[in-house]
């Protein structure tokens, strides 16, 4: 939508925009050719205008929009978020780029994610399985970091220095399969035994052997806009579950989440379930939230309502994927009904209050109905 904006004198301008001289990673820099830096976040920038609008916040929390002449710019250093936005699904080369950006600024998780819808493609180097590899070993994920090796030999096979640090990883996943699990911590104790949780059965009274869901995916992580946590894998009687240690901080909120390779179709599927055991003394509430759109960095946010999860139980839950009871941006209200597009991400949130504890999942899995 275009709107009419108000040319305002450079001394106005010098006292809205934030100067550093260092380029943030939050927001977007304007360099102008008298060598100031302004903070700011680039609205519009056609090339064919002789001026960008850019999104200022004054001292008061308000913001506006304010024009500046290009002929007076020297270049414009765009942040992460205006990057990704204007990134092409196709455009594998700067994806690759920016991939570099986010791991150079502590942006772990986000590179992760670029990493994984560029490596392999046509002009981006090697390297991005490498640095996947290295990125999931160093974070102990030994058995992932171990296929991401082997993609990167495959197009680089004469590199011994990447031959050595793979043995010396099978080494390690080795010792790692042969060591005893180790003794369950004091608030491990009541850790769910996967056998006496009863097992499904048909309409018919069938018992059904429940087969691995999303929890057996070995790339869960932890988000990195909520308190912290950790994830592990707990095999019991041939199943695995989720380990998610969670300390949700002054967030109030912990939240583990999973980006899909390829999308899950909205229209595939009626409804997202599993089971949880809240080790916590006091019941917890969660939800689910599911990033939809296009692509990997093309999509947008969707958050379920609340439930509750009671104390030292298993409890299954189930989300229904075809009502209107979702929230997403601007309004974050819960009247929302989710797109007919791909789903690309799943995300468990968990608000505990100011209390640390332990979640375990199991049959996380997209079904064909929801409650």
């Not at 993609?151 to 793979?166: H, R, S």
């Not at 999973?258 to 509430?285: C, L, P, R």
């Not at 509750?308 to 139980?313: A, D, E, M, T, Y």
Request: hydrophobic share 35%.
């Amino acid at each position: 939508m275009k709107r009419t904006v108000v040319l305002l004198a450079f001394l106005a301008v010098m006292a809205v925009f934030m100067f550093a001289e260092e380029v943030s990673v939050e927001a977007d820099t304007v360099v102008m050719k008298n060598g100031l830096k302004y903070h700011c976040k680039v609205v519009s920038d056609d090339p064919d205008k002789d001026h960008i609008v850019v999104r200022v916040t004054y001292e008061d929390g308000k913001t506006g929009r304010l024009s500046i002449q290009r002929r007076n710019i020297d270049k414009i250093i765009y942040d992460f978020e205006s990057r990704l936005a204007r990134l092409q699904d196709d455009d594998y080369v700067e994806m690759y780029d920016l991939a570099l950006y986010a791991l150079a600024n502590g942006m772990q998780d986000k590179a992760i994610a670029l990493l994984n819808g560029c490596a392999g493609k046509e002009g981006v180097p090697s390297n991005a399985w490498l640095l996947l590899a290295r990125i999931h070993r160093d974070s102990g994920k030994f058995e992932a970091a171990q296929g991401y090796y082997e993609k990167y030999l495959e197009a680089v096979p004469k590199d011994t220095e990447v031959k050595k640090e793979l043995e010396q990883l099978k080494k390690e996943i080795a010792q790692q399969n042969t060591e005893k699990p180790p003794k369950p911590t004091p608030q491990q104790t009541t850790t769910p035994e996967i056998s006496k949780t009863p097992s499904k059965t048909d309409p018919n009274g069938v018992s059904v052997t429940l087969l691995e869901g999303l929890e057996a995916n070995r790339e869960w992580l932890v988000a990195p806009w909520a308190g912290t946590g950790d994830i592990s894998y707990r095999k019991e009687n041939d199943n695995t579950i989720l380990v998610y240690n969670y300390d949700p901080q002054r967030y109030q909120k912990s939240v583990c989440y999973m980006v899909f390779d390829d999308g899950q179709k909205v229209e595939q599927s009626k409804g997202f379930e599993f089971s949880v055991y809240n080790t916590n003394k006091d019941a917890v509430q969660l939800s689910l939230g599911l990033s939809i759109g296009s692509s990997a960095t093309r999509s947008q946010y969707y958050e379920s309502r609340l439930k509750i999860v009671p104390s030292q139980k298993w409890t299954d839950l189930s989300y229904d994927l075809t009502t209107n009871k979702w929230k997403t941006k601007p309004k974050w209200t819960y009247t929302e009904t989710l797109p007919k597009e791909s789903i690309h991400a799943v995300f468990l949130l968990i608000y505990p209050g100011s209390n640390k504890g332990t979640a375990y999942f199991d049959k996380l899995s997209f079904s064909n109905g929801g409650k």
